[in-house]
């Protein structure tokens, strides 16, 4: 499997105990709905899967895991800080009216300002928001996705109308 073949889910906090138990923090929004009897693990640039063996899920956003063949704490130390993903065909549906950040990928954006942008190469989550990125005059733009930087989300014509902070698209220009 390849990364483009899956969605990101979390990563591996730490180690609990001696007997490979870890720690996975949650940065899908539902952990809930997701179907973690086998995760992969990027390891190397390979996405390396690991059966669950037990899963207990925490009320915040954390879940401690088990995986088989990893019984001891020195399995475990390798796993923390890996990114864990899970194949798309494992992606929890979702109501046709509920929409994400992550489905701007692809969507054209225009500033009210600047006008036409480019189109939204990639979202990325962090723990304070989500930052989309788009490649504007040959240089990747970042700015982040929230109620004070957008003014219109229209689906139908895949289109973003943000009011981006004076000056945000010189400081990357401006190298």
Request: hydrophobic fraction near 40%; charge should be negative; glycine fraction near 6%.
């Amino acid at each position: 499997m390849t990364q483009e073949e899956a969605f990101y889910i979390g990563y591996i906090t730490k180690t609990k105990g001696l007997k490979g138990e870890v720690q996975l923090f949650f940065e899908y929004d539902e952990p809930e709905l997701l179907d973690l009897d086998v995760v992969f693990a990027e390891i190397n640039g390979k996405m390396v899967p690991f059966f669950v063996s037990a899963c207990k899920l925490q009320n915040n956003n954390t879940g401690n895991l088990y995986f088989d063949d990893v019984d001891h704490i020195d399995k475990a130390q390798v796993l923390v800080k890996k990114k864990i993903y899970l194949p798309l065909t494992k992606m929890p549906d979702r109501s046709d009216d509920e929409f994400h950040y992550f489905d701007l990928k692809g969507f054209t954006v225009s500033d009210e300002k600047q006008g036409e942008l480019g189109e939204i190469i990639d979202v990325n989550e962090y723990p304070q928001q989500f930052v989309a990125t788009v490649l504007y005059k040959g240089t990747e733009v970042m700015f982040p996705l929230n109620d004070d930087m957008i003014v219109e989300i229209d689906e139908d014509e895949e289109t973003l109308l943000v009011d981006l902070p004076e000056g945000l698209l010189d400081i990357y220009l401006s190298n």
